[in-house]
């Protein structure tokens, strides 16, 4: 019996509040609230019409920039936790408004700020590289700094409870559970086998994403960061259930903290397909200035142009319809179990057009939403609860395992896996 603020409306939100009604013993009340109400009240009247879950729902219009305001809706909706499906540039805003008012919070990405200029946060980006060694724009320290606040306050923040960071990390556990004593080597494969179409489309929120793959790859090795020009090292795989897809090594937030949470790990790497279509559209975007963060004037009026590219292309919950095709995503793990070298290979498929006849979404939204449903679950019916800011690879991962299996994104263990060189 709980009661959860959901902050966003947006593709993520709409399957991950789907899975919510579905589950209504633990999501008794749920409150959805995001910047443009009226997305709210269509996916409330959606489900309603339905008929077929018990959760009662309430719409509230917020803007998570503004701290105070969430405070308020926090206060006056008393939730026993917040999950956060806005975007990454509001995870401080609402980790703080969840300290203050004493309630537990998930997310599914960690903080990169919206302006990239910003001089304070710009300062501490350019220390970071330096000692750190990775460039990417997103990192854990702004939400790790938070740690000692909410253990000291009892409340759990769950973090990176999404696909990729989320389920993988859960695989990450699992694996270090059941079939390993150490885990020496992690590659963690993210493919996308759909085709929705487009000359060129992403198919979550087009800022975060773009900004994600036009950045330098990196990983971890031997305890350092080694990192790479952007999609420098391809590698070729052949994934179960898609065939054979070019794949490139990215940088990945998962890195960081399973860097941290896996003692004696030699090496973490990450790696995503891409058609070359995509790429080249991508190289040209970014070639022209299209995915800079930095205002410009524009016939009097101030755009940033990665805002204005993101209104010209297709709304990521909009491919729904046109995408036919599975992802397939996961871990290969090589470690030591009772003296011996063993590998194995976890992983998901799901299939676009299947996810679209359940819920209305493609498989990215849908691969991220259900996870996301199922750590607040965890937190608010109380079997996740571990006082701190936490990665979601230091929580028991059995308990999340079985319900991935039960809510949509069912999983395997490959024992003789094809590995990546
Ligand atoms: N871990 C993973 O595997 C994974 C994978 C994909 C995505 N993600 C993360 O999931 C999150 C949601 O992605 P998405 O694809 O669903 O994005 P999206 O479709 O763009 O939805 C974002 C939602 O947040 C709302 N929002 C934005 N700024 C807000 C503000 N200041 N106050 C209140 N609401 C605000 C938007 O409102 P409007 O409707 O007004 O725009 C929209 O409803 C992102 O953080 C993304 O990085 C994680």
Redesign the pocket.
């Known amino acids: 019996m709980s009661k959860v603020l959901i ?8 399957v991950a509040i789907q899975k919510c009604c579905r589950n209504d013993a633990v999501f008794t009340e749920i409150c959805i ?4 109400v009226s ?1 709210c009240d269509a996916l409330k009247a959606k489900i309603e019409q339905e008929g077929k879950s018990k959760t009662i729902i309430t719409t509230a219009q ?4 503004d701290k105070d305001a969430v405070l308020a809706l926090i206060r006056a909706y008393q939730p026993v936790a917040v999950l956060n ?6 995870d401080l805003t609402i980790m703080q408004a969840c300290l203050e008012a004493g309630v537990h919070y998930i ?3 960690n903080y990169e700020p919206e302006n990239i200029d910003e001089p304070i946060w710009r300062a501490n980006y350019e220390k970071r590289c330096k000692e750190l060694g990775f460039t990417a724009y997103f990192d854990y320290s702004y939400q790790w700094a938070f740690h000692e606040q909410f253990e000291k306050a009892g409340l759990t923040a769950l973090l ?7 389920v993988t990390s859960v695989f990450t556990a699992y694996a270090r559970k059941h079939y390993f004593d150490e885990i020496h080597y992690i590659d963690i494969l993210d493919c996308n086998g759909g085709d929705h179409g487009y000359p060129f489309a992403t198919n ?2 087009p800022e ?1 994403n773009l900004r994600e793959v036009s950045a330098n790859g990196s990983y971890w090795e031997n305890g350092h960061w080694v990192e790479t020009e952007p999609m420098e090292i391809k590698r070729v795989y052949n994934f179960p259930e898609v065939g054979e897809k070019d794949m490139y090594l990215l940088h990945h937030e998962e890195i960081e903290s399973l860097a941290k949470n896996i003692p004696n790990v030699k090496r973490i790497r990450f790696f995503m397909t891409f058609g070359q279509s995509y790429l080249t559209h991508m190289k040209c975007l970014e070639n022209v200035g299209m995915l800079s963060t930095t205002p410009i004037e524009f016939q009097g009026t101030e755009i940033v142009p990665i805002q204005f590219l993101k209104a010209l292309l297709p ?3 909009s491919l729904g319809p046109r995408t036919v095709g599975k992802t397939n995503i996961g871990c290969i793990f090589t470690g030591i179990k009772d003296g011996k070298e063993k590998n194995i290979y976890i992983y998901n498929v799901c299939d676009h057009q299947e996810c679209y006849r359940e819920l209305g979404s493609q498989a ?2 849908y ?2 939403g259900v ?2 449903m199922i750590g607040a679950a965890l937190v608010a019916n109380g079997t996740w609860r571990n006082a701190g800011a936490r990665t979601i690879e230091e929580f028991d991962p059995d308990p999340f395992m079985e319900m991935l299996n039960e809510y949509g994104l069912p999983w395997v263990v490959d024992e003789n896996p094809q590995i990546v060189p």
């Open positions: 902050i966003g409306c947006g593709g993520v939100a709409s609230a995001s910047r443009t997305k917020l803007d998570a920039d499906l806005a975007l990454p540039y509001q997310d599914t990405a990176g409870s999404g696909f990729d960071p989320g979550f929120n975060i709304d990521p919950a990215i939204s691969t991220t996870p996301a």
